[in-house]
């Protein structure tokens, strides 16, 4: 009652829960299919990825290698194997991304003091925040969980505007972020978000 078969275009059978789509369809198959899941066609005709799947259908995948899973594929999908996939791949691009911002940041604070980060700052820096290793404190000084006011006060630079208080009347109104902090914030030029 709670599975079904359905079948490849070389006519192999796979079982997958009831109710699945053609996404867990290609992770069934393999986790590079899945992973550049395009387009499917049940019985030979187009449906949208998000489709429940009946037993007995006829089920062909198209990928693409430029294709990467939608987030949104969480939602829709009913087997373990693809929800895991698909976690993994966004905690990847997640993490991808707060190594870039990271090393930015530490390329900013290296520019500032006009000097390299040494070996010897590394490990009291990773020290310091308890963790791994350099690597993992790039990684999670990118994410925001070690602040950039406290590792530019470790290298001894400090805000200047933080350094005279300013008056309630003259200071200045930041954009607040819902749920974000200690993040690396730079405008487009095009970019003029009001105050508060």
Known sequence: QDEMFVFTPKGDLVQLPVDSTPVDFAFALHSKIGLHCAGAKVNGRMVPLDTKLESGQWVDIMTSPSKQPNPNWLNTVKTAKARNQIRRWIK????????????DMITRI???RGEKVTDTEKDELVRKYSLRDWDQFILSLG???VSL???QNFFGLSDKKTEKKPSLSTAPIGVSIQGMENLLVNYAKC??????
């Open 92 to 103: 990847r691009q997640r993490d991808e991304e707060s190594i870039a911002l990271g090393n």
């Open 110 to 112: 290296e520019k500032a």
């Open 143 to 145: 994410a925001g969980d």
């Open 149 to 151: 006011h406290s590792v």
């Open 191 to 196: 970019c003029k978000p009001p105050p508060g």
